[in-house]
T-cell receptor, first 113, second 112 residues
Framework: DVEVTQSSRYLVKRTGEKVFLECVQD?????MFWYRQDPGLGLRLIYF???????EKGDIPEGYSVSREKKERFSLILESASTNQTSMYLC????????????FGPGTRLLVL | KQEVTQIPAALSVPEGENLVLNCSFT??????LQWFRQDPGKGLTSLLL?????REQTSGRLNASLDKSSGRSTLYIAASQPGDSATYLC???????????FGQGTTLQVKP
């Protein structure tokens, strides 16, 4: 089955910890994305990548960084977790050609205490 | 700046009813539009994608339309079932990068 997987469904971390969220896709997609979803704010784009070692900031990149060393894997890094980063994190991927259908992973619910 | 709005925020209907979910966007220069379904605590499942040159797409009991000039899309669900209960999200692709701008969603409850 083609799919996007995320390393954890639930994660609890302490303020100040460095947090890694991993996303893997098996569809050979060029584009990969990290969104966060919050009640009342909807889904917002954090970072995206259109190729290995390439990255671009989305709408809310502050406090986050990303890594794409291999085509299938896109990591989101919280350098020093804060309570306002408690959220649902969703990874997605798509081809660079039409129709650019986005496929989403199951999400990681992160709680920062 | 592109903004996507979905009205209503919540909808409750009896089983068997046909229903329409609405999505509006402020900038008509879009690349594509996608409709997703999200079950509580889960990720997003893609339902339909409409390219900017298309007017509608159909999949089973679902039909999505796109009117770029008026900045509107609708998702029509025929003969609704309790299993259709979920949050439905509309997302606009503003360019060819694959990025999406989401609406807040419509939470649908279909009562048996």
């Amino acid at each position: 089955d083609v799919e996007v997987t995320q390393s954890s469904r639930y994660l609890v971390k302490r303020t100040g910890e460095k947090v890694f969220l991993e996303c893997v896709q098996d569809m050979d997609h060029e584009n990969m994305f990290w969104y966060r979803q919050d009640p009342g704010l909807g889904l917002r784009l954090i970072y995206f990548s259109y190729d290995v070692k390439m990255k671009e900031k989305g709408d809310i990149p502050e406090g986050y960084s990303v890594s794409r060393e291999k085509k299938e894997r896109f990591s989101l890094i919280l350098e020093s977790a804060s309570t306002n980063q408690t959220s649902m994190y969703l990874c997605a991927s798509s081809l660079s050609d039409r129709p650019r259908l986005s496929n989403f992973g199951p999400g990681t619910r992160l709680l920062v205490l | 700046k592109q903004e996507v709005t979905q009205i209503p925020a919540a909808l409750s209907v009896p089983e068997g009813e046909n229903l329409v979910l609405n999505c509006s966007f402020t900038d008509s220069a879009i690349y594509n539009l996608q409709w997703f379904r999200q079950d509580p605590g889960k990720g997003l499942t893609s339902l339909l994608l409409i390219q900017s040159s298309q007017r509608e797409q159909t999949s089973g009991r679902l039909n999505a339309s796109l009117d770029k000039s008026s900045g509107r899309s609708t998702l029509y669900i025929a003969a609704s079932q309790p299993g259709d209960s979920a949050t439905y999200l509309c997302a606009v692709g503003p360019g060819n990068t694959g990025k999406l701008i989401f609406g807040q969603g419509t939470t649908l409850q279909v009562k048996p």
